[in-house]
T-cell receptor
């Protein structure tokens, strides 16, 4: 299965600023997924990122707040813009594996907004 | 839309005991995949076991096994001979068939499992 390097692993940010999270995959993948996990909660999909096209956002998430880049088949970034304390969460990227391996996740970015 | 429900927010058992985590789901799909993921305090999501809906045989991975009841839309995880390292959040997840391209995972709310020494 693919190996994902996600960074930063954690950050503490001031409200009103932006943070860009990076995910690097060790193999080419068609789709990458970005999830948010609020404290003590489950994972919620933010958007699906295809290479060469705009990301597809889930209900409740908008591009202006969570812009995503996907410049090639091994890399993607998620930016959390104009942050507020409500954005404090763990953000995870994921890539689709074969059904036999399920999906692989990055190690997550723990974001705290103060 | 698919939904996944885990009705046990927390569970606690003694080391070496057997524990079963419940999961139910709702879908109109006939072909799909089900997964159990483990998330220890390190927050890394680790795939525990997966089940293809078209397979009648329940999946098994060492101490982990599932009871898949397709008609009842139930997918429980049994952990045998539980170990301290099994302490984690466990998430049940649903995915539509890959015949329609890579699909997102839909997660349940999670069950916090604690194994006590």
């Amino acid at each position: 299965s693919a190996v994902i390097s996600q960074k930063p692993s954690r950050d503490i940010c001031q409200r009103g600023t932006s943070l860009t999270i990076q995910c690097q995959v060790d193999s080419q993948v068609t789709m990458m997924f970005w999830y948010r996990q609020q404290p003590g909660q489950s994972l919620t999909l933010i958007a699906t990122a295809n290479q060469g096209s705009e990301a597809t956002y889930e209900s409740g998430f908008v591009i202006d707040k969570f812009p995503i880049s996907r410049p090639n088949l091994t890399f993607s970034t998620l930016t959390v813009s104009n942050m507020s304390p409500e954005d404090s969460s763990i953000y995870l990227c994921s890539v689709a594996g074969t059904p036999n391996y399920g999906y692989t996740f990055g190690s997550g970015t723990r974001l705290t907004v103060v | 839309a698919q939904t996944v429900t885990q009705s046990q927010p927390e569970m606690s058992v003694q080391e070496a005991e057997t524990v079963t985590l419940s999961c139910t789901y709702d879908t109109s799909e006939n072909n799909y995949y089900l997964f159990w993921y483990k998330q220890p305090p390190s927050r890394q999501m680790i795939l525990v076991i997966r089940q293809e809906a078209y397979k009648q045989q329940n999946a098994t991975e060492n101490r982990f096994s599932v009871n898949f009841q397709k008609a009842a839309k139930s997918f429980s995880l049994k952990i045998s001979d539980s170990q301290l390292g099994d302490t984690a959040m466990y998430f049940c997840a649903f995915m539509k068939s890959l015949n329609q391209g890579a699909q997102k995972l839909v997660f349940g709310q999670g069950t916090r499992l604690t194994i006590n020494p």
